[in-house]
């Protein structure tokens, strides 16, 4: 499977604080992307990183690649109540396909 | 407003029969996308299609079928085949070519009762 794979699998922390994550796959990919979710609702894209990049910046969030370790990470900085959800990478290569991991959830605590 | 309209949002289905969801978009995207999400579970991709009147199957197509006959739209049957198909199901679109994002539906839960 191509797919990424989150870790970790969930993450709790204070508002304020910084929160990390990363995700892992397996063959060369065109690009990676990084999408968050609240419950029970649609897909919101954050981030596309392409594999000749190693960095970028979004407003509060930091994704990095590197290609040579198969990895890639998503910072959120100083956390609000409102990143509380679900963040999923997803890996593209040479087809059409966007394949997902399971997806890391996001508790921000007041 | 521009985007991509999934409906019904809650659909309760009886064992045996087909049902259909819609998924139509108005962002004239070339590919548009079915995924499937069982709770606490990643995306698996059940089918696409990249062009009108042309679609391939994902990693999970037995029991569903798909057409796509218009631009803008690209409905998915969930049949009687599929033995689990309760699940949140979200369509999503996006430009043609891999190094583009795609866009996703606000999904569709189904029931199967």
């Known amino acids: 499977s191509q797919q990424g794979e989150e870790d970790p699998q969930a993450l709790s922390i204070q508002e304020g604080e910084n929160a990390t994550m990363n995700c892992s796959y397996k063959t060369s990919i065109n690009n990676l992307q990084w999408y968050r979710q609240n419950s029970g609702r649609g897909l919101v894209h954050l981030i596309l990183i392409r594999s000749n990049e190693r960095e970028k910046h979004s407003g509060r969030l930091r994704v990095t690649l590197d290609t040579s370790k198969k990895s890639s990470s998503l910072l959120i900085t100083a956390s609000r109540a409102a990143d509380t959800a679900s963040y999923f990478c997803?890996?593209?290569?040479?087809?059409?396909?966007?394949?997902f991991g399971a997806g890391t959830t996001v508790t921000v605590r007041a | 407003d521009g985007g991509i309209t999934q409906s019904p949002k809650y659909l309760f289905r009886k064992e045996g029969q087909n049902v259909t969801l819609s998924c139509e978009q108005n962002l004239n995207h070339d590919a548009m996308y079915w995924y499937r999400q069982d709770p606490g579970q990643g995306l698996r991709l059940i089918y696409y299609?990249?062009?009108?009147?042309?679609?391939q199957k994902g990693d999970i197509a037995e029991g569903y079928s798909v057409s796509r006959e218009k631009k803008e739209s690209f409905p998915l049957t969930v049949t009687s085949a599929q033995k689990n198909p309760t699940a949140f199901y979200l369509c999503a679109s996006g430009p043609f070519g891999p190094g583009n994002t795609i866009y996703f539906g606000e999904g569709s839960w189904l029931t199967v009762v």
């Open positions: 997803a890996t593209r290569w040479s087809d059409y396909k966007l394949s």
């Open positions: 299609s990249q062009i009108v009147n042309d679609f």
